[in-house]
Structures are given as structure tokens and as C-alpha cells.
């Protein structure tokens, strides 16, 4: 009997999910925060169920050699989703027993292992949905029930003794402040860039003529580096903050909110301005013959026509530019403007790990919702119009 390689993307993933989990550190323990951890590999905590870690790679292995067929794919889904769980209780319960061993102020932190082995069992599962459907919203589905097991665990509590919680309980308030100036700061940069954007890429649009100009300037803004451009609207504001009092009563100011808000919202232009552009330059032209000859006016055409069908590219514009915001809006912090930004570099600036962690997870999840938000929207808009 002759064996075929059907799946050379699960081979190799497995393969390095194998090594990471087997090469590198599991987890690390440290008697405080601000002390290097003790790596401890995995084989030094493999006992009771997390044997089962250990049947579970041959068996993706093999899956490997198996046809691309339904019941392939779901089975592989099954068994990441599995060993994902398996991997993530296992460093809770390390995180219990080595805390039992230390002191109040002992750190059990997840290794680079685990965090490479967690994100290769998310890229295997994502490898599997996208093999098993091309429906947009049961891809989400089929992705979001990935995470229902960890946070289970999360909220049972078999996860506590992990330093990252432990952070998270010490400065719950903290995090709870920057959540909110984040999601602050994200919303009131999209409300402003809309109202500027799309008018200006309407107007570009209709005068072909000023596009050159009009986004050899905005090429200008975006080449700026973000903290270039935050220094540099600290003078002008100060200024104007000390010329005219109502203004500083109003909170404007050389650092704050005001400059990170201006600069996220100059930044986020270009690729808003662009997109409504390309969308509407894509409609194409017999649609619009025959809104005509069906009497439609020039209004009714734009808004009942053009608009619904350049929606999905203005989306995909609006899309990146909330992603780019999440991000930028963590150096906003540099100058006072707060968010997440402030909880990432004061880990980064007391070398604690952990407390970066719990500045940084929260914007790669925030940017991967919005992400999934938008391509769901988005799938749905495209087959409204096909």
C-alpha cells in the first residue's frame, strides 16, 4: 500500500509544534517579578492527562498522509482544539504547583514553547477551517469556538496563578482606565477621519485632476514617522494652548489626547481617501448607463448605485485604517495620551515580561476582532451584490 502526502502545511506545522514544545522552555518560574525565570521543559510536567499530549502529535502526523476529505479536516480541527487546551491547562496547573512550592511573590509565566506551540495550533485549526468551507461567517464560527475551552479555564480559575493574571489582578483598575482611553481613542480618530476622508475621496473622484496633489500630500503625512509627528504637533498646540486659554480649558494641549488624536486621524486619511476612491472608480460603467436610462438622477445614481457597490472596497480601506489605529494608538502614550501603550512601556521600562503582556494581548486581540468584524461584513456586503 502506497502513502501519499495530502497535507504538506499540517506536516510541517506539526513538526514544528513538535520541536517547540520538546526544544524549548514550557514555562518559566522566577521567585519575583523583576528576576529572569527558570526555564522548565515540558517533560518535567508531563503527568496525568497531559500524556495525552504525546498521542495527540503522531495522530496529526498521520492525518498528514490522509485525503483532504470532510471527516479528515474536522478531525484535525478537533485534535488542535484539543491539544490547545490540553497545553494551556497544563501550564495553569504548572502555574499551581510551582506557586504552592515559592512564595507569594514567586512569577509562573508561559515559555516561548508554549506561546509558539499555542500559535501553531491556531495556524493548523485556521489551515483546517479555511480546507472545510468558503462560508465567510461559518469560518468564524468554526474559529471563535477554538477559544470557548480557554476561557472556560479562564473563568474557573485554573488559570490564576499565572503571573500574567497575577498582573492583571494587581492593576485590574489600571487595565480597566486603558481599555477605556483605548476604545476612546480608536473611536474618536474614526469619527473625525470619516467625516474628512470620504468627502475628500468623493471630491477626488469627480476631479481626477487634484488626486496628484491631493495624495502627494497625504503620501507626506504617512511617510512621517509616528513618533516624529507626535513631537511635532507638541510646539504648535502648546502655542496655541497658551495664545487662547479656551482652548486649554477645552484640553488641548502639547501632550494629551489633542496631538495623538490629530496625528492618528492625519495618518489614517490616506488609506480612507484611497479607498473610497478605488471603490468608486470600480463600479463599472454600464451599471452606470443603465441607472441613467432607467432616469435615474446624478444623486439617486450615487447613492442608490454607486455607493452600495463601492461599499465593500471603502470597507476594506475603513478596515485597515481601524487595524493601523489599534496599533498607532499604543505609541500615543509616549505623549500622555494613555491606552494601553502606557501599561506596555511601563513592563517594558521595569523589565517586567508579564506586565507588557498585559499591554500587548489586548490590542492583538482587539485588532484581530475588528479584523474578523470587518471580513465578516464585508463577505456579506460582496454576496448582496453578486
Partial sequence: ???????????????????????????????????????VMLTQLLHGAGWLILVILPLLLLLAWQPLKRPTLILTLLLCELLLTLLVALGGH????????????????????????????????ADSVTRLTRSASLRLLLNAQLWLPLILLLLGGQLDQLSLLKEYANRQDVFDQALTRHLLLLIATLIPALALGVPLGILCYRRPRWQAAVFSVLNIIQTVPSVALFGLLIAPLAGLAGLFPW??????????LAPALIALVLYALLPLVRSV?????????????????????????FWLVEVPLALP?????????????????????LIGA??????????????????????????????????VLFNLLISLLEKRNL
Fill in 277 to 301: 476612491v478605488a471603490g468608486l472608480q470600480q463600479v463599472p460603467a454600464g451599471v452606470r448607463e443603465t441607472a441613467s436610462g432607467m432616469g435615474m438622477s446624478r444623486a439617486q445614481r
Fill in 338 to 371: 494613555g491606552g494601553f501603550g502606557a501599561i506596555i512601556f511601563q513592563g517594558l521600562l521595569s523589565s517586567a515580561l508579564e506586565l507588557a503582556l498585559l499591554g500587548v494581548i489586548p490590542v492583538v486581540a482587539l485588532a484581530v476582532l475588528v479584523d
Fill in 313 to 333: 472596497v471603502l470597507l476594506s480601506g475603513l478596515r485597515v485604517v481601524t487595524i493601523q489605529t489599534v496599533g498607532m494608538a499604543v505609541i500615543a502614550a
Fill in 1 to 39: 500500500m502506497r502513502f501519499a502526502l495530502y497535507n504538506r502545511v499540517l506536516l510541517l506545522l506539526t513538526l514544528l509544534l513538535t520541536a517547540a514544545l520538546f526544544a524549548l522552555p514550557f514555562a518559566s518560574f522566577a521567585p519575583n517579578r523583576l528576576v529572569s525565570g527558570q526555564p
Fill in 94 to 125: 504548572a502555574a499551581q504547583t510551582l506557586a504552592q512550592q515559592g512564595s507569594a511573590l514567586a512569577r509562573t509565566g508561559f515559555g516561548s514553547g508554549l506561546w509558539a506551540a499555542c500559535a501553531l495550533c491556531l495556524l493548523i485549526a
Fill in 247 to 256: 482652548l486649554a480649558r477645552l484640553g488641548v494641549s502639547g501632550i494629551g
